[in-house]
């Protein structure tokens, strides 16, 4: 099934602990990219890949650090989280065309303490 | 800077009622855009994509327009069920995607 997978899909941590936020898809999908969803904020871009070692900021990428050393993986990495990132993370791709739509994965519900 | 509204923000509606939420954008130099459905806590389900040539696009009881000249696009759902309660997301997608807040839909059985 042609899917992107995330890992963990709840997580609550202490501020400062590093952690990383996995994301794999199986479709052979180039462009890969990270939202977060707050409420009243709605969804917001925080970092995008448009093919295995390019990655570039999206609208919030403070606090946040993402590495796409192969094709189909794409972490997210909070080295030193804070509680203002607590928050509702999102994997997607696509593939490189404009034509396709995006697919998401299920999710990580993020608490930092 | 693109914009992304969707009105109403909230709908309520007894079920077997057809159905219409609104997606407007600034910028009609969009790609496509995407419908997205979301139940509460959990993940996107891409329900339609709309490519930018593309006036509309069809799955089942879902039917959404796109008039790019106008800013406008459409999802109409038809004879709604309890089920097709959810957050009804509209996105423009540029070299990322741009998102509405949403429509909130309940169809009360």
């Known amino acids: 099934e042609a899917q992107v997978t995330q890992n963990p899909r709840y997580l609550i941590t202490v501020t400062g602990k590093k952690l990383t936020v996995t994301c794999s898809q199986n479709m052979n999908h180039e462009y890969m990219s990270w939202y977060r969803q707050d409420p009243g904020l709605g969804l917001r871009q925080i970092y995008y890949s448009m093919n295995v070692e390019v990655t570039d900021k999206g609208d919030v990428p403070e606090g946040y650090k993402v590495s796409r050393k192969e094709k189909r993986n794409f972490p997210l990495i909070l080295e030193s989280p804070s509680p203002n990132q607590t928050s509702l993370y999102f994997c997607a791709s696509r593939p490189s065309q404009a034509n396709y739509g995006y697919t998401f994965g299920s999710g990580t519900r993020l608490t930092v303490v | 800077k693109q914009e992304v509204t969707q009105i109403p923000a909230a709908l309520s509606v007894p079920e077997g009622e057809n159905l219409v939420l609104n997606c407007s954008f600034t910028?009609?130099?969009?790609?496509?855009l995407q419908w997205f459905r979301q139940d509460p806590g959990k993940g996107l389900t891409s329900l339609l994509l709309i490519q930018s040539s593309q006036r509309e696009q069809t799955s089942g009881r879902l039917n959404a327009s796109l008039d790019k000249s106008s800013g406008r696009s459409t999802l109409y759902i038809a004879a709604s069920q309890p089920g097709d309660s959810a957050t009804y997301l509209c996105a423009v997608i540029l070299n990322k995607l741009v998102f509405g807040a949403g429509t909130i839909l309940r169809v009360k059985s």
């Open positions: 910028d009609s130099a969009i790609y496509n």
